[in-house]
């Protein structure tokens, strides 16, 4: 079919001619206009949003849904499918605390999960919070957290009814089911109870969705008595809340993409201030865990790129006082640290595969857990119980569904508590997976996680879904994924690009994807797409890449720079106006962003290295594939005028090639619709927007 065939010409946006100077270069940007000026109140209520802007949008819309409509019928089947496969009555393995054992789970037909408990060895199930009931009224309804009181009498919850991501925190009593009059609005949505459970501790977003305030709410007050806990001074820094490992204090914790530094809060005494545990230096990243009167410290101090594990006294936490336990070993990169009573457990990484290592810290001793596959991956899940041998851990590959076992780390011994089930019916032997490398622009070798059917031909006519993100040193897990089954039984094969950037292969991997040498990770996936190509996965024109926020920017930054190797591109909230964001600090995410891609404010070379590179000031006078953007309205975090803008600029640049398209939620945010079900629908439009991209939406695929 032809893929310009539609009855519904393409909006054409207005050029009203804006430009700025900075650094003695002039930038035009004619569709700045889409950005409207009140998009702080557009987040809070969707229907302030400029006419204008709201017709232009809809346009959009129609555009694509005149291009994308004959694939309704197709689309109906995937959701199906992807329905069909998941567990509708769906519950988590219950986790004890206690005297109960607390889970999450849904109803047949729920789109919202419901929260409960039930005696610590088994017994009647007691429903607290219902999902689909407080969803009922809202078109948009999340779930921020849940977090019952120490004492179990309480419920703190918080739900989001926008897709701001601003979440009002509630308290239910567990023993009436209802809540109380407590209402604490604008937070990030954490909870963290003082041990009296009188009151409890929270994160509120300030007017640019900054989390720079901690708060502490007494229950039966209003939030305008909640007392200021502790401030962030540096718009670059955010700051969170979690509990400690013991549970005995409220952490805060606070940095940026480079540097941290936290704070502890004796739960014991809420009324007494935060305590600092080492000053924030520039570039040193830590996060602690505590035990008795000692802290496990994670730190990538004195150079420790891959990062090490030290030890301080809780008494005297500073830095002059930190020993090595685990020292730092280079490629073996440490994701992350859990500690129990007797057990220090840490999640680390090597060669673009997890594994998790158990030390008994009474003799010092260490273990391993690791799998055979070629790909897979792997978390620990943690627990409310500190002084346990138990530890959870969850394992999945991208042909095996995921498994969640109970770990005794004494006996060394493993429970198969869950494993995800497949309603429609799901064989792993039916599908092979397997791992590639693709060599660079420089030589750096990139791994490539393949999913395809076992009777799949290579000869270079399939076509491939290419995914990647390469950001924040954020990796790519080789996870299953239940809904990739329908375009893989569709002919395709589902790749992922572990490309720099993200920490697949370490720190180092992280730090070579940064900055001024963020253009490795759009060189590296274009490698990745030439690897599948020769190795004869797919050819040319055969490939469509995906990927999402940070990953939209590199699916805009590919199309300009290697777009003859793809024949669709589909950028989920994509970060593309990398420039304009950057300059401007009054957005949520700007000042935290500068130590990832740099401070375009002050820094001429930053201003130039962004520019060079940023999707929307690059789009040239030629062919592109056919392209797909996703937009939210009420996204805080790649806000919605950043994709209509880039397409306002492709449609009228590009030369052939095509088309641009781009679709906002008019409803939802940087999550896109809420609900387990709702979501496949926008799956079905990305899945459908990729057969139709390479030419197979006109074969019988339901």
């Known amino acids: 079919m032809d893929k310009q065939a539609t009855s519904v010409e393409p909006p054409a946006a207005p050029r009203r001619p804006h430009s700025f100077a900075r650094h003695g270069i002039t930038v035009s940007d004619d569709y700045a206009w889409l950005k409207d000026p009140n998009w702080q109140e557009v987040l809070h209520d969707p229907l302030v949003l400029d006419p ?64 409960g408990r039930m005696p610590r060895e088994g017994g009647a199930e007691h429903i607290v919070l219902d999902g689909d009931a407080l969803a009922k009224d ?37 023993e009436t089911g209802k809540d109380f009059d407590d209402l604490v609005e604008d937070t990030d949505g954490g909870v963290v109870w003082a041990a009296d459970c009188k009151s409890f501790f929270y994160v509120k977003l300030d007017e640019n969705h900054r989390p720079m305030q901690v708060w502490r709410h007494a229950l039966g007050t209003a939030q305008a008595n909640d007392v200021l806990i502790y401030e962030e001074q540096d718009p670059g820094w955010f700051t969170h809340l979690h509990e400690s490992t013991s549970g005995r204090f409220c952490v805060i914790a606070g940095g940026d993409h480079e540097t941290s530094e936290q704070r502890l809060i004796d739960l014991a005494t809420p009324q007494a201030p935060p305590r600092l545990i080492a000053a924030r230096e520039s570039g040193v990243q830590y996060s602690l865990a505590d035990r008795g009167e000692e802290l496990f410290i994670l730190t990538n101090a004195n150079k420790a790129i891959d990062f090490k594990i030290v030890t ?5 936490p500073e830095r002059a006082n930190w020993r090595d336990l685990v020292p730092h070993r280079a490629g073996f990169y440490i994701l992350d640290h859990d500690l129990y009573a007797g057990h220090l457990v840490r999640l680390e990484r090597a060669n673009a595969l997890p594994f998790i290592i158990i030390r008994d810290l009474a003799s010092g001793q260490e273990h391993a857990i690791a799998f055979d596959e070629a790909a897979y991956s792997l978390d620990t899940m943690g627990s409310y119980e500190f ?45 092979v997976t397997t791992r ?45 994924n239940s809904n990739r089954l329908s375009l893989v039984d569709r002919g395709f094969v589902y790749a992922i690009a572990h490309i720099r950037g993200g920490t697949d292969k370490g720190w180092s991997w992280y730090l070579d994807g940064k900055r001024e040498k963020k253009t490795n990770s759009f060189d590296d996936f274009a490698a990745c797409a030439r690897a599948l190509c020769d190795a004869k996965y797919t050819g040319k024109k055969r490939i469509v890449g995906h ?23 589909v950028a989920e909230v994509p970060f593309v106006d990398v420039l304009n964001t950057m300059l401007d600090d009054t957005l949520p995410l700007t000042p935290p962003e500068w130590p990832e891609w740099g401070n375009p404010i ?26 797909l953007a996703m937009a939210g309205l009420t996204d805080p975090r790649v806000t919605y005028w950043e994709p209509a803008k880039w397409i306002a600029r492709l449609r009228a640049t590009m030369t052939g090639g095509g088309p641009a398209m781009v679709r906002t939620n008019m409803g939802a945010g940087h999550g896109g619709a809420s609900g387990r079900f709702n979501r496949l629908d926008e799956i079905a439009v990305v899945y459908a927007f990729a057969l139709w991209a390479v030419g197979a939406d006109a074969m019988v695929l339901s």
């Not at 301080?312 to 005297?316: F, H, I, R, T, Y």
């Not at 009777?455 to 990796?475: E, M």
Request: no cysteine; hydrophobic share 35%.
């Open 547 to 569: 990927g999402g926020s940070a990953g939209g920017m590199l699916m805009g930054a590919v199309a300009n720079r290697a777009g003859e190797l793809f024949a669709g591109i």
């Open 312 to 316: 301080a006294p809780l008494a005297s």
């Open 436 to 480: 590639i490398m693709a060599t660079s622009h420089d030589g750096a070798q990139v791994p490539i996680s393949l999913l395809h059917r076992r009777d799949f031909k290579r000869d270079g006519t399939a076509p491939v879904l290419l995914y990647g993100y390469g950001s924040y040193g954020y990796a790519m897990p080789a996870s299953f």
């Open 602 to 627: 002050e820094s001429e070379k930053d201003f130039r290295t962004i520019l060079s590179y940023s999707p929307y000031d690059n789009v040239a006078a030629k062919a592109y594939p056919a392209i």
């Open 138 to 174: 809202h078109a948009y309804f999340k779930f921020g957290s849940s977090r019952h009181s120490w004492d179990h009498r309480l419920q703190a919850w918080s739900a989001d009814t926008k897709g701001s991501e601003y979440f009002s925190i509630r308290i239910r009593d567990w």
């Open 387 to 431: 002084d346990t041998t138990n530890l959870r851990f969850a394992y999945s590959s991208m042909t095996t569904p995921s498994e969640v076992y109970d770990y005794d780390m004494a006996k060394r011994t493993r429970t198969l508590r869950k494993r995800q089930e497949i309603p429609s019916g799901h064989n792993p032997a039916d599908y």
């Open 52 to 115: 204008d802007i709201r017709s232009y949008l809809e346009a959009e819309n129609a555009y694509a849904e005149s291009l994308l409509g004959h694939t309704a019928p197709l689309q109906k089947s995937l959701v199906a499918e992807m329905r069909g496969r998941i567990k509708e009555d769906d519950s988590s393995v219950p986790s004890k605390d206690g005297p109960y054992a607390y889970f999450r789970k849904f109803r047949e037909g729920g789109q919202h999960e419901m929260f």
